[in-house]
């Protein structure tokens, strides 16, 4: 799920692209077909530098404000954990390949 479209994003190969569109609420389509064997990432990337709704004193808030904001916060988060356990899986198979190497030579 996504709040916005432009939450959704897509990498060729690690590299970001924007020859895409969302066909539906549920499928990306390219605008150009990707080679053959290039490796195709669809992700959520929600905004978290401000809230999607802002509330001011002696305004009416609504609920679907609030459910709103809520789940930009939940989205925030759990993309952060996902780049968290994906660092630490990149760290530890770089620990692992350190350690098998010491002194420039394959122990």
Do not use: H
Not at 12 to 29: E, I, R, W
Not at 56 to 77: C, H, K, M, P, W
């Amino acid at each position: 799920p996504y709040l916005n479209t432009s939450d959704v994003k897509v990498t060729l190969d690690g590299t970001a692209t924007t020859a895409f569109a969302l066909a539906n609420a549920t499928q990306v389509q390219f605008t150009t077909a990707p080679a053959n064997g290039v490796s195709i990432r669809i992700f959520r990337s929600t905004t978290s530098d401000q809230l999607s709704t802002l509330f001011f004193a002696g305004a009416s808030i609504r609920s679907e404000d609030l459910n709103t904001n809520l789940l930009q916060n939940l989205y925030v988060s759990q993309e952060t954990e996902y780049n968290v356990n994906l660092a630490n899986t990149q760290a530890d198979a770089a620990k692992t390949t350190a350690e098998r190497f010491s002194g420039g030579y394959y122990r």
